[in-house]
């Protein structure tokens, strides 16, 4: 059955007590530890060559592949939303694979580094990071970005509205929006949100049948590697050391769960990123390594606090619609 405005706000209102659940959600994330049961990668960034004798990497073809049922199908034409005078529709750009969209989850950066006195070739896997504290889960206003236990964040799909304040607050920008889709179509259309916001999730689904990752799984050279967290980090950490290279994603927004090892410095790499891409729009992600996380700062803590019960009421409104799914058809035939 058909969920009606009407009915969804009526439910919402009721189910308002679960509100009070989710102010705890900022001290829940950051209180999270580091469990052994929570899975990381190592990305080789002297082994990635970027699959460049094909047309497309096979880590990006293996994403988009396993992930294909899960894109978006925008009902058009795409109304806009008050304020808003323009939209975000990939839908037309589907088979764009150099950048993050709704429908490319991870692409390759192809860069010339200058370090060293000497031009080197790098390439760099680009995706969510994972990050151990994500601020785009705790800043969510409509709770539906979680941390699982088991490392990967991941946006339910099914209660986004696309505000996109997970972008926002994303150091690298990564997720990417669609319009014409989501719950924000049966709710208020005109009003709230934009559609969904799609990126990595870590291939949850198949880390929960104990199965490593796609794009880990199609690196033709091992350049991805997988595994528990504590072991991924230590094994990270120890070729930094005897290779004299780099480690990037330990520490930056507080710490992630993508690891990148390299001989060469990650400075001079974001240097070239920011020279190749200058308007650094998102879908195109940095790598600089001055990145500290948001809510270890009081700004971004209270920021945290005064979202979470519009997060808690937006939970209880999609539980509620969830529910209602079969359950509306004497309040459809009262509207």
């Excluded at 109304?79 to 150099?98: A, F, G, I, M, R």
């Excluded at 595994?227 to 990037?248: F, S, T």
């Excluded at 409104?317 to 079969?326: N, P, T």
Aim: hydrophobic residues 35%.
């Amino acid at each position: 059955m058909e969920i009606t405005r009407r009915s969804f706000l009526k439910r919402t209102a009721l189910s308002g007590v679960a509100a009070a659940a989710v102010l705890t959600k900022t001290n829940q994330v950051m209180a999270q530890s580091a469990a052994d049961s929570e899975w990381a990668t190592v990305i080789n960034v002297d082994k990635c060559d970027g699959c460049t004798h094909l047309d497309t990497p096979l880590c990006t073809l293996a994403c988009r592949s396993k992930n294909e049922h899960n894109f978006p199908v925008p009902e058009k034409p795409i109304v806009d939303y008050w304020p808003q005078k323009k939209h975000e529709d990939w839908s037309e750009q589907k088979n764009l694979t150099n950048r993050l969209t709704p429908y490319n989850w991870t692409y390759v950066q192809n860069l010339v580094v200058e370090y060293n006195g000497q031009k080197k070739k790098v390439h760099l896997p680009r995706r969510c990071m994972h990050c151990e504290n994500p601020p785009c889960s705790t800043l969510c206003p409509f709770g539906v970005n979680d941390k699982t236990p088991a490392g990967p964040v991941v946006i339910d799909s099914q209660g986004c509205f696309g505000g996109a304040k997970c972008r926002d607050v994303c150091p690298w920008h990564i997720p990417q929006r669609q319009a014409g889709v989501g719950l924000y179509r049966k709710v208020a259309p005109d009003y709230v949100g934009g559609g969904v916001m799609y990126k990595c999730d870590m291939c949850y689904d198949l880390l929960e049948s104990g199965r490593e990752p796609a794009c880990v799984s199609a690196c033709p050279r091992g350049a991805i590697t997988f595994g528990p967290k504590e072991e991924m980090l230590r094994y990270a950490r120890q070729w930094v050391q005897k290779n004299n290279g780099h480690i990037y994603g330990d520490t930056e927004n507080g710490g992630t769960l993508t690891y990148y090892i390299s001989t060469v410095s990650f400075d001079a790499i974001n240097k070239a990123i920011m020279s190749q891409d200058m308007d650094q729009k998102p879908g195109k992600i940095h790598m600089s390594t001055d990145i500290k996380n948001p809510l270890d700062e009081p700004a971004g803590i209270a920021q945290g606090m005064v979202i979470a019960p519009l997060a808690g009421l937006m939970a209880a409104g999609l539980s509620a619609y969830q529910i209602m799914k079969g359950d509306d058809s004497d309040e459809n035939n009262a509207s």
